[in-house]
């Protein structure tokens, strides 16, 4: 069904009809071309975890207290923030993190990982952390070393 645009009689207004229809999916709308390709794609569902970027801000936070003179040894920190010395120990260990999977989680694209996973001992090279934790490469960018 090929329609030809209209020109309004003062020559002013062109008007193309396009016949597409509209659909919910999964509460959103979906706007489908006559064959029935959608013209948009899917959204892309980002969840940022706060735990996560929160334990991130404090591991950097507590490093540049210690980098900067601020407290000497974690048993300061742990004194300090009244938590228990093993915790800011562990939470240090995300200053270690390559700064991709840092990215990937700041921007809520750390698909299935969970703080857990992060605070377990993982290697320092960054290509054996995302082996570690089995997280897709080709979500997790590496810069050129």
């Keep these: ?29 979906l706007v489908l071309a006559p064959d029935g390709v959608a013209f948009t794609g899917p959204p892309i569902r980002r969840r940022i975890d706060s735990t996560m970027v929160k334990a991130i801000a404090r591991a950097f936070r507590w490093r540049d207290m210690i980098e900067n003179g601020t407290y000497a040894t974690i048993r300061e920190i742990a004194a300090a923030e009244k938590i228990s010395e093993t915790y800011v120990g562990r939470t240090l260990r995300l200053t270690l993190l390559a700064p991709s999977l840092v990215e990937s989680v700041l921007e809520g694209r750390q698909a299935n990982l969970k703080l857990d996973d992060l605070m377990t001992s993982l290697p320092i090279d960054w290509m054996a952390q995302s082996s570690a934790l089995h997280y897709r490469p080709d979500v997790v960018r590496f810069a050129n070393r």
């Design 1 to 29: 069904m090929r329609t030809k645009p209209e020109v309004s009689d003062d020559g002013t207004t062109v008007t193309v009809r396009v016949p597409i229809s509209i659909r919910r999916r999964g509460g959103r709308k």
